[in-house]
């Protein structure tokens, strides 16, 4: 299945419709999480862990993300790098990160969150260039004291990895090779 950047856009246009809408609906409930106590303002960085299942080219691949943002209130918005194992190949993202935490009890929080951003190989690779990254996905985070959370989610990663092919009868080409990935994360908050 191929997509291409307008359809991308299409679906995060969507996506953040979807969160603002359920943002909107869940406002109320929010109110609560500020009386229970638990950390709900200022710079709240991330660490999180992924195992990843790509649909073609790869059988298996790893993740780590570094995020660093600030809570306000349900949202937490941030920025955040991280480093991906496919395999023999190595990319590098730089993304942004949004997340919306519904309240619907007093220690576990589900949330929705979105990555969106640009992954640059770091091996030696000379077949292999950047290309955009999206992941949406949605979670729990289940707080084990007032400032430190675990975050368990699941997510679908959408990233391309341009692939220079040398056809012996024919010039070089580039073709856009979407890995589509299933991911199950852990991480823990602070």
Do not use: H
């Amino acid at each position: 299945m191929k997509f291409s950047t307008q359809s991308l856009f299409s679906i995060l246009r969507g996506l953040v419709v979807m969160v603002f809408v359920l943002g909107l609906a869940t406002e109320m409930q929010a109110q609560k999480r500020w009386r229970v106590g638990y950390k709900d303002r200022g710079f709240s960085p991330i660490v999180e862990g992924a195992v990843l299942i790509p649909s073609n080219t790869y059988d298996l691949a790893f993740n780590i993300d570094a995020i660093f943002g600030v809570c306000a209130g349900p949202w937490y918005v941030g920025g955040g790098v991280g480093l991906d194992s496919y395999e023999s190949d190595l990319f590098t993202s730089v993304f942004a990160d949004a997340r919306y935490c519904f309240v619907l009890g007093d220690i576990i929080f589900p949330f929705a969150f979105l990555d969106a951003g640009y992954a640059i190989p770091v091996d030696v690779d000379p077949l292999l260039s950047g290309g955009p990254m999206i992941n949406p996905g949605a979670g729990l985070k289940i707080f084990l004291s007032r400032s430190f959370a675990v975050n368990l989610s699941l997510g679908y990663r959408f990233q391309s990895m341009p692939l220079t092919e040398n056809d012996p009868t024919t010039s070089t080409t580039t073709r856009t090779n979407w890995i589509q990935s299933p991911n199950f994360r852990l991480g823990i908050q602070f």
